[in-house]
């Protein structure tokens, strides 16, 4: 794929996310090219998050619990690799549930584009935080924003349905679930916060 080529699909994913989706399934790449491209992703996040860190500190008394990983690249990029996984894992599995016909090969070739199109807004997030730096939780919001629309999007692709307020609202229960089920093994291994007495 050359640079045009890259363009081009990241302006149809914006502009017609569903036929983005069917174009990147069509190009029909290997299974070895696919685990490169999530590795390749999830690197150049976790490099891109620890740049972010460097240029905008925190002070101490207003570090996040998560802070700590951003500063740690390679666990940084090991946890997105497992989520990314997961994702595809996710997308694949509850679609087939509700008659769907996606495999797991074309979800993580999906989720793996999600992140690209992501990092794009994270690199247009730090250079407007040198610039306007009130402007870039904008980008925030708007990543958020994204990565619920192309999955809602790419599961439609992925699995052939119609309905995207039905796509939508089982990816809201998935994620309730899964939260719950995260929650639940965090607090089993005392990671969770004591509550205060």
């Known amino acids: 794929?050359?640079?045009?080529?890259?363009?081009?699909?990241?302006?149809?994913?914006?502009?017609?996310?569903?036929?983005?989706?069917?174009?990147?399934?069509?190009l029909?790449?290997?299974?070895?090219?696919?685990?490169?491209?999530?590795?390749?992703?999830?690197?150049?996040?976790?490099?891109?998050a620890y740049l972010a860190a460097m240029l905008f500190p925190v002070p101490d008394a207003e570090t996040p619990p998560m802070y700590s990983l951003v500063q740690q690249p390679l666990v940084m990029a090991g946890m997105q690799m497992v989520a990314i996984v997961i994702g595809a894992g996710l997308m694949t599995g509850v679609g087939r549930m509700f008659g769907g016909r996606g495999n797991f090969a074309d979800a993580l070739l999906l989720t793996v584009w999600i992140e690209v199109m992501l990092l794009l807004i994270q690199v247009a997030q730090i250079i407007l935080s040198l610039a306007l730096p009130a402007l870039s939780g904008l980008l925030g919001l708007l990543a958020i924003a994204m990565f619920l629309w192309l999955t809602v999007q790419f599961t439609k692709a992925l699995h052939g349905f119609a309905s995207g307020p039905k796509v939508m609202l089982g990816l809201f229960a998935t994620l309730l679930a899964m939260g719950f089920l995260l929650s639940f093994f965090a607090a089993s291994f005392g990671l969770l916060p004591e509550m205060p007495q």
């Open 1 to 26: 794929m050359t640079f045009d080529d890259f363009r081009a699909l990241v302006r149809l994913t914006l502009r017609d996310p569903e036929r983005g989706a069917h174009m990147l399934m069509g």
């Open 28 to 48: 029909n790449l290997p299974m070895v090219v696919r685990w490169m491209a999530l590795l390749l992703a999830v690197s150049v996040s976790g490099l891109l």
